[in-house]
């Protein structure tokens, strides 16, 4: 996105804390980038995020630090090192969130509110604080403690049945599509958020999960069932309502 010229970005001013790691927090975080936070990602000792590993392909003379993956999702932002196993790790983050105004995060359900870096505790000094919580099946309920995983979501979901040719095995999507979705839609929250938070000052928690993303993504599909009752089923190419809708053999 460019700015008009002589106009700040969207999002000038505004300081992402990015706790998160591998893809829906940090492309939910490199959209507030694009738009123009600052945005301070958290990594760990040694490797940091898990995708700088994921290669091959490298960013040239960077392999084994900055794989192909890592550098989708983690532009227009700037990285320390923290460990939040220790106390001075936390410590490092209780002073970055003092100056934030947004942090997203994708650790267990609970694992920040015991090293005391939740958002109840956090924003007790700053209230104004936006705080996107970013699971596989929520922050509370039954599953909330089970981790959530793209390949996982688009089976639990229904993605993997409607995908592939229909005389074929279900098929997962040919990219992690589930959390893309979810990185978006933490996005979308998260500007919710700011904006009520110039109207009230006051700031809130966000809980995005995997499922709900995964769930909504489906959108035509999921609505016909509900409608007919029908378990949907796989078209490969074709579309179950537009003729002709689909690939062919052409010269």
């Avoid at 010229?5 to 492309?27: E, F, H, K, Q, T």
């Avoid at 392909?57 to 900055?66: D, K, L």
């Avoid at 970013?134 to 688009?154: H, K, M, N, V, W």
Wanted: with cysteine; glycine share 12%; proline share 6%.
């Amino acid at each position: 996105m460019s700015p008009l010229s002589g106009s700040p970005s969207a999002l000038a001013g505004v300081r992402v804390l990015d706790l998160s790691r591998v893809l829906a927090g940090p492309l939910c975080t490199m959209i507030l980038g694009d738009l123009g936070a600052e945005v301070i990602k958290v990594e760990r000792p040694g490797s940091g995020d898990d995708t700088r590993q994921w290669g091959p392909p490298w960013s040239a003379g960077s392999e084994g630090v900055e794989s192909a993956y890592y550098l989708c999702a983690n532009r227009n932002k700037r990285s320390v090192i923290a460990d939040l196993k220790s106390e001075e790790g936390r410590a490092l983050v209780r002073s970055l969130a003092r100056g934030a105004g947004v942090i997203v995060e994708n650790f267990a359900p609970g694992t920040l509110e015991e090293w005391e870096l939740g958002y109840e505790q956090l924003a007790v000094e700053n209230p104004g604080l936006v705080f996107c919580s970013i699971t596989g099946y929520g922050s509370t309920g039954p599953e909330a403690g089970r981790p959530g995983y793209d390949f996982a979501l688009q089976a639990r979901a229904g993605w993997m049945a409607i995908t592939g040719e229909a005389a074929g095995a279900p098929m997962k999507v040919g990219v992690a599509v589930v959390d893309v979705l979810t990185g978006q839609n933490a996005a979308i929250a998260i500007l919710a958020a700011l904006h009520e938070r110039g109207r009230s000052g006051r700031g809130q928690r966000i809980d995005i999960s995997l499922i709900d993303s995964a769930a909504a993504g489906l959108i035509n599909v999921a609505q016909a069932a509900l409608v007919t009752g029908r378990e949907p089923i796989r078209y490969g190419n074709a579309h179950p309502t537009i003729v002709p809708y689909q690939a062919f053999a052409a010269a």
